[in-house]
């Protein structure tokens, strides 16, 4: 089953008190009516969405019975991962790229557009599914083009503000692959993890906030390979904290 609304859009059906998954950066359409004065490449680009991320959410749901609430606009019209009142929730440069229709945009417009009905939807949806495990997915870019020496070496990285405990377990299980896996990194949830503060953690609900290196997942091999790990870590996961 799909539904799709110009905020959001869903894979699947959950499955009462089982594995749920949501992704905030994995689409990069731009509405018609919105002109945010960059090129198809650049949006193609890490800046314009969380590469890769839709193709191992779909794999997961279809293959695996992972149902997904995922974000269905660009991360450049409205961040969904982030607070609100952030600096950062309408971009006006993302990784040295100038994005002009962002500035003096119509912030409380973009808010009601697409923020509010995409948050305000996932409380809806996960309420009803009370899942045991949330898998947040995101992806990351090698080496940001505005510092290309700061090579990133991990191959997947656990994100956590409070709640560590499933992503400890994570970190081990996807070592067991032979991967080379972050703690808190490339960022630290300490200071970037809105959706799943608001959506898990002030709710106690479990979850794994995981960043995959997006060269890893481009293409349709690299995907099916990683639904496949990370469906595999968060069942276990699951299993682990009871």
């Known amino acids: 089953m799909i539904e799709e ?3 959001w859009r869903r894979i699947g059906t959950p499955v009462h008190g089982g594995i749920v998954l949501v992704s905030d950066h994995a689409s990069n359409r ?3 009516d919105m002109e945010l004065g960059i090129t198809q490449a650049q949006l193609d680009d890490h800046i314009g969405w969380d590469i890769g991320v839709a193709g191992v959410a779909d794999r997961m749901a279809r293959r695996h019975g992972i149902a997904a609430h ?3 606009v660009s991360r450049l019209v409205v961040d969904l ?5 952030h600096d950062r929730l309408i971009p006006t440069e993302s990784d040295g790229v100038l994005v002009p229709g962002n500035i003096g945009a119509d912030r409380e417009g973009r808010l009601d557009r697409f923020y509010r009905p ?3 939807a996932m409380e809806d949806w996960l309420g009803r599914a009370a899942p045991r495990l949330i898998v947040s997915l995101h992806s990351f870019t090698p080496a ?3 510092d290309p020496d700061s090579m990133r070496p991990w191959h997947v990285g656990l994100l956590y503000n409070r709640q560590g405990t499933a992503a400890r377990h994570a970190m081990r299980l996807f070592a067991e692959y032979g991967l080379t896996v972050g ?3 490339p960022y630290s949830g300490r200071l970037l993890n809105a959706t799943m503060n608001r959506h898990a953690e002030a709710h106690d609900r479990p979850y794994l906030a995981i960043e995959v290196r997006n060269d890893l997942i ?3 091999r690299g995907q099916a390979r990683w639904a496949d790990m990370i469906a595999d870590v968060a069942r276990r996961t699951a299993e682990l904290i009871g």
Do not use: K, Q
Not at 81 to 85: A, I, K, L, S, Y
């Open 5 to 7: 609304t110009e905020s």
């Open 30 to 32: 731009v509405p018609d």
């Open 70 to 72: 995922l974000g269905n």
């Open 81 to 85: 991962h982030r607070e609100e009142d």
């Open 118 to 120: 995409y948050h305000d």
């Open 144 to 146: 940001m083009a505005s």
């Open 183 to 185: 703690d808190n990194e």
């Open 218 to 220: 481009r293409n349709e």
